[in-house]
């Protein structure tokens, strides 16, 4: 997927101040990589980041603006992948109620949070791309 680099500034848009944990003794690289696969786990998935990213260009966003926004994703995997994005804290689900439903998805401050890593990882992928 092909995004623009105007997605690439995400920091920008949400306004993060990085700040991170200082791994010091014997332990520190188990201690590191436990973290770090924790912090992937919440990510694996076909369409997290794909969701997240769009999160970022536009803050709040429909049910049915995220299925036109990623047409391969079926329905059923986006409910899927939006609830354990949910449960994991990253995003907010509010339901208006209303008929018919109307359901919005939003980053939690703890999944704005992912911007610098997210923003390092296009930056990571464009070496490559500009490498070919």
């Not at 920091?11 to 003794?25: A, L, M, Q, R, T």
């Not at 429909?62 to 995997?77: C, T």
């Not at 689900?93 to 923003?119: I, M, N």
Request: net charge positive; charged share 25%; with cysteine.
């Amino acid at each position: 997927m092909l995004y623009t680099a105007e997605m690439t500034r995400t920091d920008i848009k949400v306004g993060y101040k990085p700040e991170s944990k200082v791994y010091k003794g014997p332990s520190a690289a188990s201690d590191a990589a436990r973290d770090t696969e924790d912090a992937l786990k919440m990510l694996e998935g076909r369409w997290k980041l794909v969701i997240i990213f769009h999160l970022f260009v536009q803050p709040v966003l429909r049910f049915s603006e995220l299925e036109r926004a990623i047409p391969a994703v079926s329905q059923k995997m986006l409910i899927q992948q939006l609830r354990e994005l949910e449960r994991d804290g990253i995003v907010r689900r509010t339901v208006h109620p209303q008929v018919p439903p109307k359901v919005e998805y939003a980053l939690t401050k703890f999944g704005s949070a992912l911007c610098p890593a997210l923003d390092a990882l296009l930056k990571w992928a464009a070496l490559r791309n500009s490498a070919t």
